[in-house]
């Protein structure tokens, strides 16, 4: 038995083993002379967190049934399918032989407890996959296309240089699309370098995929497989790279958000809402994060704040009674300013403005909708911004 039929093989085992308790749950519910399809419908119903695994299971291997090179197709079973091939020899017993027959009232007692479980573990299941993507950014951004064809020529044409496809890799990473999915899943499937393999596993689990990593490939052992990449870890370093590296130069945003991070909750929503207007947004603390670490700011965080400014095509800035305290945010507003960057002012809480931030026009959100203040008409923001663009 090769290697990735044993993996499927080791799989089905442990969710046989995973089935136990809910069959023989979805048995004492069971009216008499129940269906197969009753049965199904039930589990689907209370167990539907493990049902939505099975499917997940399903969908993967069929998926890699497409590629997969061996003679027989891997296959892993529909839902409905291995759920009764597991529960066959009890559903066999059970219609032959009730022996313990609930009550009226235990059943439904037991009802109730399974449907609060499950409502639990769906939400937290739901409540995890958001704390895992919630500061990515749900648009594509006009650079990725470049950065992922360049991940596959440096990976031919130049493989020592792990560094450039693991930074490849964690840029792509930081935007939430489905057209991703499969970029990764190529990742995982023929990268020779070890941490590029695992970083695409990782993405993958976040974005709550069904995944498993595969086993390397055959032949020469690459001599980069153990290399460990390097990112930059400080200002300086991240300066130097927008310096000499090409695909750094090509990034550019829709909108450079100024602002003060204890502001987590209201930046994460304004990021949000104009993602839905299709808008790629710049938070440094989201795109940067590595090379802009809080602990280790210098001279070189506010040039590369500036530079990535440059890269925007304007400036909101999200006001609070928190930005008094800040020393980058009269910067970068300055530096907008002195470049001609069209600029908008979000004043969430109602405090005073300074006088440079008064005199421009102002933001509102209503209902997940944006709209800039002009001359007391209402111009909802990318229409905005579009005009600022044909201004120039």
Not at 43 to 52: A, H, L, N, S
Not at 166 to 188: G, H, P, T
Not at 286 to 291: A, N
Not at 340 to 362: R, Y
Request: hydrophobic content about 35%; glycine content about 2%; aromatic content about 10%.
């Amino acid at each position: 038995m090769g290697y990735s039929r044993r993996k499927l093989s080791q799989l089905e085992t442990l969710y046989g083993k995973q089935l136990k308790k809910p069959i023989a749950d979805i048995i004492r519910l069971m009216p008499r002379n129940f269906s197969d399809a009753e049965f199904v419908l039930a589990f689907q119903k209370y167990y539907r967190y493990i049902w939505d695994d099975l499917c997940r299971e399903h969908n993967y291997y069929v998926r890699k049934n497409k590629t997969f090179r061996g003679r027989k197709p891997l296959l892993f079973p529909s839902a409905g399918a291995f759920v009764l091939s597991k529960a066959g020899h009890v559903i066999k017993k059970a219609r032959q032989d009730r022996q313990v027959v609930l009550s009226q009232e235990e059943k439904d007692k037991l009802r109730c407890e399974l449907e609060r479980q499950c409502i639990e573990k769906l939400k937290k299941r739901e409540e995890k996959v958001k704390e895992n993507t919630i500061l990515l950014q749900d648009v594509v951004p006009n650079y990725a296309d470049n950065m992922i064809d360049s991940y596959f020529y440096n990976r031919k044409n130049n493989p020592a240089d792990v560094n450039i496809r693991y930074y490849i890799l964690k840029e792509i990473a930081k935007f939430d699309n489905k057209r991703f999915i499969s970029f990764f899943f190529k990742v995982m499937s023929s990268e020779r370098n070890d941490s590029c393999r695992e970083f695409a596993f990782r993405t993958l689990k976040k974005w709550d995929m069904t995944v498993h990593l595969p086993k390397k490939r055959k032949g020469r052992k690459s001599p980069n497989e153990h290399v460990q990449p390097a990112l930059p870890s400080n200002p300086d370093e991240q300066m130097q790279l927008l310096y000499t590296l090409q695909l750094e130069k090509e990034k550019s945003y829709n909108v450079f958000l100024s602002h003060r991070s204890t502001d987590r909750g209201k930046v994460i929503h304004v990021k949000d809402t104009l993602n839905r207007y299709g808008l790629s947004v710049y938070v440094d603390w989201m795109l940067d994060s590595e090379g802009l670490p809080r602990e280790k700011m210098n001279d070189n965080t506010i040039n590369v704040l500036k530079w990535r400014i440059l890269q925007s095509d304007c400036l909101l800035y999200l006001h609070t009674e928190n930005c008094k305290e800040s020393t980058f945010i009269p910067i970068e507003l300055d530096y907008a300013d002195e470049h001609a960057k069209p600029m908008a002012v979000l004043n969430f809480d109602g405090s005073l403005e300074t006088d440079t931030t008064q005199c421009k026009p102002h933001v509102a959100i209503k209902e997940d909708r944006v709209f800039v203040v002009v001359d007391g008409k209402e111009i909802e923001f990318d229409k905005w911004l579009n005009i600022k663009k044909q201004e120039k």
